[in-house]
Nanobody, 117 residues
Framework: QVHFVESGGSLVQPGGFLRLSCTVPEVMRNRYYLAWYRQTPGNEPEMVAS???????YYEDPVKGRFTISRDDAKNTIDLQMNDLKPEDTAVYYC???????????WGRGTQVTVSS
């Protein structure tokens, strides 16, 4: 069973920034497309950004130009740098496999991001 551990969420004002980090199970190191997702109450998790083993990145339109995904395979982590945060970015953020290519694994606990003045 794989386990993801997300961290870095917080309360931040609109226009602020946060950096999230996810520890990725070693079995998924290097070769997987990995992604960040976010979930709001009553909704399914939605993917916001993805990164391949070769560092090819993908972003959904709402975060394009504001969020940056990166990975460090030596540390088994993927990060999400979030700039110019907006209230609509408020959600619980999770990492997992990129569902476009792989089945999702068990979700971690996520990390809460709240954007509010």
């Amino acid at each position: 069973q794989v386990h993801f551990v997300e961290s870095g969420g917080s309360l931040v004002q609109p226009g602020g920034f946060l950096r999230l980090s996810c520890t990725v199970p070693e079995v998924m190191r290097n070769r997987y497309y990995l992604a960040w997702y976010r979930q709001t109450p009553g909704n399914e998790p939605e993917m916001v950004a993805s990164i391949s083993g070769g560092d090819v990145t993908y972003y959904e339109d709402p975060v394009k130009g504001r969020f940056t995904i990166s990975r460090d395979d030596a540390k088994n982590t993927i990060d999400l740098q979030m700039n110019d945060l907006k209230p609509e970015d408020t959600a619980v953020y999770y990492c997992n496999a990129d569902q476009r290519y792989y089945p999702l694994h068990t979700w971690g606990r996520g990390t809460q991001v709240t954007v509010s003045s």
